[in-house]
C-alpha cells in the first residue's frame, strides 16, 4: 500500500526517518549517516513520542514512534500545520 502525503508537515517526515532509522541500527547496528549517533536517534525518538529510552532501546523507540504515526495517519491525533509567512 502507498501513501502519498501532499505538503506534508516536516515534522512528520522527521518522525517517519527516525522510525525507520531506530529500526536500521537496532537491527544491523548500521547507523543512517556518521554524524547521527545512536544516542541522539533515542533523543529525537523522545522529543516526538515524550517518553525517555535508555541505551540501546531502539527497537521500543521504533515501535512507539510505528504506534504514534499510525494514530497521525489514522486521525486520532490531529497536528496543526505551522502558519507559512
Known sequence: ??????NP????LQA???????KLY??????PN???T???????ASQFTGKTYKRGQH???YHDLDALLQAVME?????ESPEIN
Open 26 to 31: 537496532a537491527n544491523t547496528k548500521i547507523r
Open 16 to 22: 517517519i526517518t527516525v522510525k525507520h532509522a531506530c
Open 75 to 79: 486521525g486520532d491525533i490531529h497536528r
Open 59 to 61: 527497537m521500543r523507540a
Open 34 to 36: 556518521r554524524h547521527t
Open 9 to 12: 508537515d516536516p515534522d512528520l
Open 1 to 6: 500500500m502507498t501513501t502519498v502525503i501532499t
Open 38 to 44: 545512536p544516542t541522539r536517534l533515542l533523543e529525537l
